[in-house]
């Protein structure tokens, strides 16, 4: 299993950014696709999530009507779509993978099985 994140750069506030992963080796149309990130000294916090089957979104509260994930089955793309940035949501960002779904919904790092190298995202002033 294969997932490579891509997008990540230096935005300023307010700006806005796209992050893609694209996953190889898993089966993408019923799986559980997720988005976290993290800074150092910090534990990994959840963006989002989408389960693949039916396009359902899962998002972390501190992210909620700011960041959109979108799926592309036909090219095993998951997408998150960052508006309104803010210099907290400066972090490594990471892509996950959860065939069995639970802990996509639960936004539940721990539980993800597969993981990106993470893109990072620098938000300035």
């Known amino acids: 299993v294969q997932l490579v994140e891509s997008g990540g750069g230096l935005v300023q506030v307010g700006g806005s950014l796209r992050l893609s992963c694209t996953a190889s080796?898993?089966?993408?149309?019923?799986?559980?696709m997720g988005w976290f990130r993290q800074v150092p000294g910090k534990d990994r916090e959840a963006v989002g999530c989408?389960?693949?089957?039916?396009?359902?979104?899962f998002y972390g509260e501190s992210v909620k009507g700011r960041f959109t994930i979108s799926s592309d089955n036909a090219r095993n793309t998951i997408y998150l779509q960052m508006d309104s940035l803010r210099g907290e949501d400066t972090a490594v960002y990471y892509c996950?993978?959860?065939?069995?779904?639970?802990?996509?919904?639960?936004?539940?790092?721990?539980?993800?099985?597969?993981w990106g190298k993470g893109t990072p995202v620098t938000v300035s002033s």
């Open positions: 989408i389960t693949t089957s039916d396009g359902f979104t």
């Open positions: 080796g898993v089966s993408f149309d019923d799986i559980g």
């Open positions: 996950a993978a959860d065939p069995a779904v639970i802990s996509c919904q639960a936004l539940r790092a721990p539980g993800m099985d597969y």
